[in-house]
């Protein structure tokens, strides 16, 4: 049973292992499997999300596992319950295995240290989103064929954003040169060792994986104007033109449209954005089914 709390750290080795196993499940025309059947797998989300809730859901029972929903704003975090009290009440009723995303970064690791179950980081705060990585690496791999060698800048809220970061880990345990394009008061102060470039140079990579703004972390006053913001870091249709005819674009979702990239490019032939949310299933029932294998 192995939990996963982030990409930092881990092998080239065990992130080619995951992708491997994703493609499997890719290939896979079964639409259900019993692989996990008498398993009890919890979605705990603190935080509100669409995409990885719902993709872990669609993962889980396909896996055949026995799925239980949890929502912090429907629960007894409402009376002030914590969140390790929560993660033990589940865990005491027999859960097999949790998937949690938390508003706070740094608190999964104690978190997981002392429950009994496998844990799965759904996105904490601004620290990890593995499963994000995760599916832009085997988006990029299914692409491109292989993730080494290929230079991916990753534009806009770094210093919010837990997709950057682990993506940061995970390319270049894979050989990928990663970039940073932001603005000042947006730039990660934990990362001393990245890279930033100008949005010209950016726009030359082969992977532009664009950030939304987030908005709801931000301290007063740090995005001037939306307008403001696409014209300095937004991929416009016209820097799009620029980019390199073989280069795709990626984004984790949800987009702020016309802000961080412009409406016409979401589903344009460079696009791999409604990919990426293709890919998000195969890709954690590969991870369910490492936290669950005996
Ligand atoms: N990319 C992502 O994490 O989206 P959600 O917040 O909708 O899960």
Same mark, same amino acid.
């Not at 791999?141 to 993730?147: A, I, L, P």
């Given at each position: ?5 982030? #990409? ?51 993962? *889980? ?75 832009? #690496? ?7 064929? *292989?993730?080494?060698?290929? +230079? ?38 934990? #990362?001393?060792?990245? +890279? ?19 908005? *709801?972390? +931000? ?29 795709? &674009? ?10 961080? &990239?412009?409406?016409?490019?979401? *589903? ?27």
């Amino acid at each position: 049973q192995r939990s996963l709390l982030g #990409l930092k750290g881990m092998s080239a080795h065990e992130l080619t292992s995951i992708l491997d196993r994703a493609a499997y499940w890719d290939a896979h025309t079964e639409k259900q499997v019993s692989v996990l059947q008498s398993k009890f797998v919890a979605n705990m989300f603190f935080e509100n999300s669409t995409r990885t809730r719902f993709s872990f859901e669609m993962a *889980e029972k396909r896996l055949g596992a026995e799925v239980l929903n949890f929502t912090a704003a429907a629960s007894s975090v409402e009376k002030g319950e914590s969140i390790y009290d929560t993660v033990r009440t589940l865990e005491s009723m027999g859960i097999d295995a949790g998937i949690i995303r938390l508003k706070p970064a740094g608190v999964l690791q104690e978190l997981a240290a002392k429950v009994g179950v496998p844990l799965i980081n759904a996105g904490d705060g601004n620290n990890e989103h593995p499963t994000q990585a995760l599916l832009d #690496l085997y988006t990029m791999r299914s692409h491109f064929g *292989e993730v080494k060698g290929l +230079h991916v800048a990753i534009i806009g809220d770094i210093l919010h954003s837990r997709v950057a970061r682990s993506n940061y880990w995970a390319l270049q345990a894979l050989g990928a040169k990663v970039s940073f394009c932001a603005p000042d008061n947006m730039k990660a102060e934990d #990362l001393p060792d990245a +890279h930033y470039i100008s949005m010209e140079e950016a726009l030359q990579a082969d992977v532009v994986m664009m950030l939304r703004v987030q908005l *709801e972390r +931000h301290a007063t006053g740090m995005l001037k104007s939306a307008e403001d913001y696409r014209l300095q870091y937004g991929l416009t249709e016209e820097r799009a033109a620029r980019m390199k005819k073989h280069a795709i &674009i990626m984004h984790p979702a949800p987009v702020n449209r016309n802000v961080e &990239i412009d409406d016409a490019l979401v *589903e344009s032939a460079q696009s791999k954005i409604f990919t990426q949310m293709q890919n998000g299933v195969p890709v954690r029932m590969s991870v369910i089914e490492r936290a669950l294998r005996n």
